[in-house]
């Protein structure tokens, strides 16, 4: 049997010293801090994403019930506006007027939520601001009736311009 011989001073290394130790928990606390603000930032985007999406799927859901009014397809009083009285209605339906059978009309299959909202104890169509038809856009307020919709949060967009105001 031969047995290694090793120069004189020489140890047998195993594992790590503390300096290099410390050298990799320095390099990945650096890589650490930079991921940090990026995934906040992708985090951002996608919450300013869906509230793009949600606002375009409640407006086009109101713009086609005005168009159902106007075609006859929805009766409506004549002291009413051409908008339904409430968001839930574009997802509970309406009596479809020109249907025989008493249909209903359906404009969305759910009420988005509001990304911007932090109240999880609110109902989806809560977290909503809705102006109604009868209100100033510089300054929306509710009514008999539902025109349009706005986030509720204060906070800018990263294109500088507050939630409330897209």
Request: proline share 5%.
């Amino acid at each position: 049997m031969s047995k290694k011989v090793f120069a004189a001073g020489a140890k047998l290394r195993r594992g790590f010293t503390l300096v290099e130790l410390t050298v990799v928990v320095a390099i990945m606390a650096v890589l650490a801090s930079a991921a940090v603000p990026l995934y906040e930032l992708t985090a951002r985007r996608e919450k300013e994403q869906e509230l793009r999406v949600g606002l375009r799927q409640i407006r086009d859901a109101l713009d086609a019930y005005r168009t159902a009014v106007n075609d006859g397809k929805i009766t409506k009083k004549a002291d009413e506006s051409d908008y339904p009285r409430k968001l839930e209605d574009l997802v509970a339906g309406v009596p479809d007027a020109k249907d025989p059978e008493k249909r209903k009309i359906y404009f969305l299959r759910r009420l988005p939520r509001d990304p911007m909202s932090e109240d999880s104890s609110l109902a989806d169509a809560e977290t909503w601001g809705k102006r109604a038809y009868e209100s100033p856009p510089d300054n929306p307020q509710e009514g008999d009736d539902v025109f349009d919709v706005y986030s509720r949060s204060q906070q800018i967009g990263l294109n500088g311009i507050a939630y409330d105001k897209w």
